[in-house]
Each structure stands twice: as C-alpha cells, then as structure tokens.
DNA sequence: CTAGGGTACGTAAGCGCTTACGTAAGCGCT
DNA sequence: AGCGCTTACGTAAGCGCTTACGTACCCTAG
C-alpha cells in the first residue's frame, strides 16, 4: 500500500492557527472560551485544510457520538423502506450517519440487535415494527432502553408504545375502523380480516378498530372472520387460501397491512377471484406500489417517510420527563380495489 | 440521570483474569501470544461480564474498524431496497454494522457522501448505483476510493465498473438483449425505449444489448425509438407520455428498469392503453412486486439481494493487484405484460 | 492603586483500546 | 554448562480527541 498523506489532525489546525489543542477542539465544536476571531481563523483553516474530526476519537474522549442506530424489520419491506429512507434524510440533513439493523421480525433477533448497536456505543436509537401484547416480551427491551438513556443515549420508537421511550404513533384504531366502515357502506355484510401475527399490538390495535366499527352497526349485523397470518406477502397469501376455504361466502378482506393485501391480491389472482367484482380488498400503510397493484389497492395512508423524519426529530430534543407522544395522520384513500358488495 | 453500573471494559476482564492489558486484548482477538487456557479463560470471563469492547476505542487504537459503508440511491426503491438487505443480512452475521447513505441519484452528492462516509473512518464502502460514460464524472470518486484503499479501507462496486474497485456486475447487455430478443419474437417491429437518464452505464449497456438485438434482426426490419428520461417511477410516466405522443405507431415498450415500467404501466392504465393487448411492456431487475403488477410485469430478474452479499463478501476478501469482477446470473422472467404484437 | 472577577487561552490528564518492545522462563543444541 | 531461540506474558506508548483546571490578562469597583 502506498502512503499518500494522512488525513489532517486536529493538531494540524492547531499548529497552522498557532493555537493550541484545547483552543481548537473550542472553535470547532463552537463552544465558548473563543474570540471570535480566533474561532473564525480556526473554522477557516479547517477548511482549508479539509479537516474532519475522527469520530472515533471524538466520542472515545467524551464528546456526543453523532451515529444513530435504526431497527427495522426488513429493509426490502416498503413500508420500513419509507421509514428508513426518512430517518436517512434527516439524519444527512443533520450530519448524522445512521447504522441499520434487520431484526428480521424475530423478537428475541431484534432484542440482540438492540443490544449490539447500544454495545456499539450509538447515540440515538430508533426502533420501528410492531411492539407485542404480552408486556413481558417488550420488557427485555424496555429495560435495555432504559439503561441506555440513563447513559445519556436518547431513543424513540416508531409505531409501538410501550417501550418507554418517546413515540410517533399512528391511529391503528382510527384506521381499521375507517376501512371496516368504507366497506359496510359499500353494503359488504361477510367481512374477513387477514390479521397479521397475533400478539402484536399493531394488529390488535388496527382489528379493535375493525371490530369497534362492526360493533356500532347495531341492525344489521356483519360477520366478521379473522385469520392470523404472518405480516407479510406469504402471509397475505396463506390468509386468503384460508379465507376463500373457510370463510367462502367472504365478499371483503381487510388485510391489516399493505404487503399482505400484495400476497391477497396474488392469491385471489391464481384462484381467478375477480377483484372487486366478486371480492373486495383492502390494505393499510398505502406504501408506494400500493397504487401500482392489480388492482390498485384501497388503503389507510401512513406517512411513513415523515414518521421517520418525526422519530428522530423526537430523539434529537431534550429529553422530557415523559416519553412523549407524537399521534401521525391517516387518511382512508379509495381506490380500485372495493367496491359494492356482488348480489349473489 | 441514574449511573447504573458503567459497561465493562478491558481492564476489567484483565482484572479478573488476573492477566494483563495486553494478553486479556490478544486473547480476545484471538492473536497469537497467549496459552491456550490462558486465552479460554479470558473469553469464559469476558463473556460472563458480558463484556463488548468499545469501538471506538479499539479503533482509535488501530485495530480494525468494524462498520461498512453503504451508498445507495433510495433506500425506498425497491431494487436498492433489496441491495440494501443483502449486505446488512451478511454483515449481521459476521458481527458488522451497516451505515447507510442515500446520495438521491446526484453525482455530487454521492461524491459527497462517499467523502463523509471515508471521513468517519468506515472500514469498507460499498456503492451502488449506476456509473457514468464520461469517465470525469466518476474520477473524483475513484481517486476517492484509491486513497481510502491505500489506507487500508476496502470497497466494492455494485453495478459499476469504473471505480477501480472490486465489482459484482450484472449483464445488462445481454439482459437487455433477451428482452428485445422476446419482444421481436413475439412479433412486435416498433418498439420503444423508456431510458433512464442519458449518461450512465447502466442505461447504456441495456441499451446497447437492445440495439445489438434489433441489429441482428438483419431482414424485417425493427424499429426503435430511445426516450431518455429519470430511472424513477415518475421518470417511467413522462417517458410512456413521450412515446405514446411521439411514437404512436409503437406496440412495446422497454422500459430499462423495472421501477420505470411501474411508471409506464401507470401512464398506460390512465391512457387506457390494454397491456399487453395493445402493448407490451418490459422491466428490467425483477423486483419483489413487479409480479404483483398490474399486469405483472415481463422482466429481467438480477439477485439483488445476493448482489449485495456478494459485495460484502469480495469486500472483506484480501485485496487483490488487479480490481475483481464478479458477473451475476440473470434470467428472462416472462409474465402477463407481454404478448403478440397486434395485427393493425 | 489594588482586590476581585471575568475572559481568552494553554497544559495536561484522560477516554479504552492495540501493539511494539522488553523480559523471564523453558527448550534443544553443541 | 552455556548459548541462542522460542514462547508467554507484562510494560508502556500511543491513537486523536475533549475538558477540568491553571494562568495570564484586562476591566471595573472600592
């Protein structure tokens, strides 16, 4: 390996200011104890010499460590794509660099994970994907979290509240009740619902809105049917073979999120179940192929992106006594995959 | 805030080992010098401790550094998406963090973030994204990587064969040669290009195979009409607007990457042009959805997600004299958007 | 004119690790 | 027995920063 020249310490600034360390580390890091003027030929001479102070040095003394840990369950799942692709945006915008993580929707994996990126001595940690029913999964985390603030890391989470930590929650409940009420206005009376795991409180949150709104139909009543899946296309796919074999007299599914509406859709497809004409389908999230589906799919829109953005808006303020609370807006968006419920 | 007891450092595990700094560190890097018992109990009481050695300290220290630098256009789109997958999958299991960048399909930008990336002291940078055929555009970049590699950093190219780094390469050529091959098959004789930005590789070379393909075609003639426009869903909607306008005589559409012919498609559908009744249309990449298009898309399947593993895994090879070159497979994958030309 | 206090800067002590070098013990060889 | 070599370990010098503390200096008030 050739040897071109190193990169430029902050020494380097120091000497050519002729002033010394602690002077420069002052100007640099805009803190005071410097004239202005001094400051301004330091900042200057960084520049010129294309001086960028080592992270690892910087935070190994004690400064603020400027990398922040993002666990996704899947990077290649549209709706933790957007997320991300937020979260990065801001985080350039900031100068903050973001290591990703999949947990690959496993929780014992993503309490690791956790636990590796806060062992890497991250400053912020965002965490996004469903939280679960049974608090004592969440606990593991919680704790883990809590210790972590307690060193002066900050954390938030994005869609899941119990974690003890700031949030950007959407309203699941709001949402599931507005799809389960498109579809009886519609006049759909035999509703399915492909529900992705249970334990999850986003699927639990989104089908007790679901429910509520069935519920309020006091005359007329509607069957609702639900089918547990996994939260995604195969999911969505073993969710509707049920549904259709089950549940056959089903003219509705609400699938609890897009991607397995994406595996409902593909499934009423290869059993040539005309949509909507004999079934109606509905998803949640509106990622952005949403719109590019076969057909285009009714949806609750999320702004996943913003979300991102939000959490790490939240990390990035002081932190309050309470974890603060930060609700998303939805929006139901109707598009070509509902429609009246067929008159057998 | 509460000071629960500091994480365990080195010093500690020396401590109860009774050895010193410098054995408890040999040991646990696993390096020569240390006894074979001496070394076990050292790692037995490391991990009872549940001891993590800092980063930044170890690479402060010089010892390797542990993170990987990844450079993708969009997080969000899916073919990036599932780069992105790949390589964290890989990294995960060999006990490396991902830090992310999008550079928003700006050349500058990217150069930009590649400089941070290197600034903070990653160890190995990978960069998606396709090149440019003006072999300036891609100098600052290159030269940028020479010096990062001089240094001791690794890095590998994803798509890109010009940075003088190691490189996993899909054929677009002859990619780009099948899909022309099976349109003409199928009888069509206009045929047109909804291109990605002039000036990149990428574009470049699956243009060329489309060209090549036509060329060969040496009786019957085949006409093409190349439409340049962004490698974006948006970019695919002007393109598709063009060709119909310009080129209404056309009966397929090649669009060069599959998130282009989600934009096509979509122009089609609002045009209520039938696919493939009235045209065929084509993608390139075989994203996850591209099957659950509306109507699934005719494609050329890469394995992205072992294109970024790959990456990682010649990344983390020795480095070589010469930069390698690793092809991907690629394979004609034919769904419902295609199908015979129609007789005007 | 001097005590007290603020401002601008320098000195030096780490942060937690890696590693060059030093040393002592054990080995085989002449 | 004495030599040199290897092996196993310890000592200590950094890596490039931040920051507590120390020291001039200047300004104001008494």
Chains 1, 2 share one sequence.
């Not at 420069?24 to 400051?39: C, H, T, Y």
């Not at 469903?130 to 307690?150: C, H, N, T, V």
């Amino acid at each position: 390996m050739s040897r071109a020249s190193r990169r430029p310490r902050l020494v380097d600034v120091a000497e050519h200011a002729a002033v010394s360390l602690a002077t420069a580390s002052r100007a640099l890091a805009g803190r005071a104890g410097v004239s202005a003027e001094v400051a301004d030929r330091i900042r200057q001479i960084a520049r010129e010499l294309g001086y960028v102070a080592n992270p690892y040095a910087r935070t190994l003394a004690g400064g603020a460590t400027s990398t922040v840990g993002l666990i996704v369950h899947q990077v290649d799942d549209p709706y933790f794509a957007e997320i991300a692709a937020g979260v990065i945006q801001l985080a350039a915008e900031q100068g903050l660099l973001v290591q990703i993580c999949q947990s690959g929707r496993d929780p014992d994996y993503e309490l690791h994970q956790l636990r590796h990126l806060i062992a890497q001595r991250v400053g912020i940690v965002l965490i996004s994907g469903s939280g679960y029913d049974d608090p004592r999964m969440e606990s593991a985390a919680r704790a883990e979290l809590a210790a972590f603030q307690d060193h002066g890391g900050r954390a938030a989470a994005i869609g899941r509240h119990a974690l003890g930590v700031d949030a950007v929650l959407p309203d699941n409940e709001a949402g599931g009740h507005a799809l389960a009420q498109h579809l009886m206005d519609l006049g759909h009376r035999r509703i399915a619902v492909a529900a992705g795991s249970a334990g999850l409180t986003t699927v639990a949150d989104r089908l007790a809105g679901v429910s509520a709104a069935v519920r309020q139909r006091g005359r007329s009543p509607v069957d609702l049917a639900v089918v547990h899946s996994a939260f995604t296309r195969d999911g969505g796919r073993a969710a509707a073979e049920r549904i259709l074999n089950e549940h056959p007299e089903t003219t509705a599914i609400i699938a609890l999120n897009d991607v397995m509406a994406m595996g409902v859709l593909s499934t009423l497809r290869s059993r040539r179940v005309p949509v909507p004409a004999r079934m109606s389908v509905v998803g949640f999230d509106d990622v952005s192929v949403a719109a590019d589906l076969a057909p285009s799919l009714t949806t609750i829109r999320l702004p996943m992106t913003e979300m991102g953005r939000t959490a790490l808006t939240l990390a990035l303020k002081p932190r309050t006594t309470r974890p603060r609370r930060r609700p998303t807006g939805h929006l139901l968006v109707v598009r070509d995959s509902t429609g009246p419920a067929p008159t057998s």
